[in-house]
């Protein structure tokens, strides 16, 4: 049942609009054909004059609805801003109207009043979204005691916020901890730094804000961002019971095993040790012998990417080994200044300042640096190793005799444990929902903070153990809303990457508890009010919501029964679209809204040769990549409609059928690509509309129709291009199939 409301609407004949569309026209579908109570034209609405009218109007007629057609609701979205209890509507007019078809057209006019016609009836099925508000406590938790963690720690207490930080040692300094020296951080990058680390674990445990626990292991966090209920266990026996806002995870990495590099001469040469080893000597040695693993040093070898950038092992750089193999070769030439450095790489990564350190190294005697591939390491007969090496710069086969070799490992985040671990190099492989192969997830044993979520103890995975939420927009964030992975448990970096990467973890923290005091989500609707509401008398327990969310939104009972932790929520509406019984929706976003839009468009007899097509488009790229082309006035068929949609995985299978039960001749849904390299800001959404494709076919049987009717396609806001195309050629599609024989039922 339509709900009561009082609808303004107002038109813009400004930019092109009045001279493409008949205005008058559209104000008689607005008075005439809807009964609008207040209807407006006006040349420039989005002035200040005009703006002021409009508050005027809500004012003293009391209107609790307004209609805005005008330009793209990707625009001026300050301005059309009026009270909270307003709910306002944006008619795409000039943009998707205008700017992208034959001005004073019939179908261009058609076009016009249709989207006009939508927007009436979404406001009329819609509210105003209600923030939904609880208790938020404002403390940070930080686990991990290393770099990252001490950095993203001080970062938010000297924002003022209260800070736990955990550290399953019984000391703080994780890896750079054991470290000698680290390469330059600062101009003019020629020179080694002290690590710092003293001075950072002393201003964390002295700050009065960061309360510091040791030998502490997470073992339990339940609820949701802002009101998360962790328990600690502490050495042996103490616990210790947290209501906590936000987590930052900063576990680190660990080197990738080099029991594995068998081939590269670990374990079978004792004078084949690991960058880590080295680096230890340095910082465990006060002696000044020419001396490292009980041998005698005149010469010395770098392998590079030992285990990295190797499908057999690591196929991803581990971006650290460069710098590290850099530095601790002016190591060797301190002590050891006679003695000769090899470099043997693949190539060489050192950006932006870095690149100034490497020339520095370059610059030194005794050091040489070579292109190749390692392809057998022997003993020589002086006792020496001689290490073959391919595929130089110059073509021809080398060969060095060293004392000692260095094997620059790479890293593996700490989400991998176990035999999850020793399967990295395999890429341990789960099934994803369009049949395809994905990296395993780190939930399966990683045990660090032990969530109680159902979909898993810990941060879901892209790929390698790497927790991840959207890799190209939003890569602090996960899937687990209020938890960020900061440091290189969520990447390979150096310290400098992980400093800047925990500084950015601590402001995602401290935005998500501002966020959540004020009832809003995070990306990427960032500051939505709206949220889930569920009719759960009318649930089926078929947990089609709790398995899809890909954002663990959902617990269930023993019954199979929806559990919303609503602060969890991303506001997708993928649980929307995966309920069969409708029973899920959102104030102003919903199945009867959007089926009332739908209803709305005017289906033109059949003999009229006016195809009708129904677009649904990811308002995430896939509706501004249409905004982008008809901003490049780019045309396209009259003949389409376009609803956004929050995700493709919103969209629910009764839309389809209430579309080509009402005369549409087809569908298409357009959204964010899926696979490995996927870009959906929801993770899953376009996957799963594609999965739901099964569900939409046997729809089209059951109607007697062609499945060609309904097609999915992906694309990145890049393509905006291809849009026009696409539209244009799935109309003469449906030309060449023939009307929709429900039309004019």
Sequence with gaps: MAIETKVGVYLCSGCGIGESINCEKLDLVAVKENKIPVCKINPWL???????MIKKDIESEQLNRVVIGACSQRFLSDVFKFDPKVFVERTNLREQVAWSHKPNDEDTQMLAEDYLRMSIAKVRNCEPPEAFKKEINDTVLV?????????????SANAGFNVVLTEKENQLGGWIGRQYKIAPTHSPFQELEPTGVEDLISKVESHEKIKVFKSCLVEKISGEPGDFHVSLFIKESTKEELIIGSIVQATGAKPYNPGKLSELGYGIFDNVITSIQLEENF????SRKNIINGKQIKSITFIQCAGSRDEKHLPYC??????????????????????????????????AQQELFFKRVQSEDNIFLTKGDVININRANNGMLRIDVDNTLLGDKIQIESDVVVLATGMV????????????????EEKTLDGKKAAASAEVGAKILNLTYRQGTDLPTLKYGFPDSHYICFPYETRRTGIYAAGSVRAPMDISMSKADAYGAALKAIQLIHTAKEGKAVHPRSGDQSYPEFFLQRCTQCKRCTEECPFGTLDEDVKGTPLPNIERCRRCGICLGACPERIISFKDYSINMISSMIKSIEIPDEDEDKPRILAFLCENDAYPSLDIACRNKLHYDPNVRVIPVRCLGSVNTVWIADALSRGFDGILMIGCKYGDDYQCHYIRGSELANKRMENVREKLKQLVLEPERVKLITLSIDEYYKIPEIFNSFVEEMRSIGANPYKGM
């Design 318 to 351: 581990s971006s650290e080994c460069c710098a590290t193999s850099l530095k601790q070769a002016l190591y060797i030439r301190e002590k050891f200044p006679d003695a000769f450095v090899y470099i043997i790489y693949r190539d060489i990564r050192m950006p």
């Design 283 to 286: 910082k465990t040695s006060n």
């Design 413 to 428: 985040p700490s989400t991998l444990v176990g035999e999850i671990e020793s399967e990295v190099d395999t890429a341990v």
């Design 143 to 155: 686990v991990g005691g290393g770099f990252t963690g001490m950095t993203a720690a001080l970062a």
């Design 46 to 52: 989005c002035s200040e004059e005009s703006v002021e």
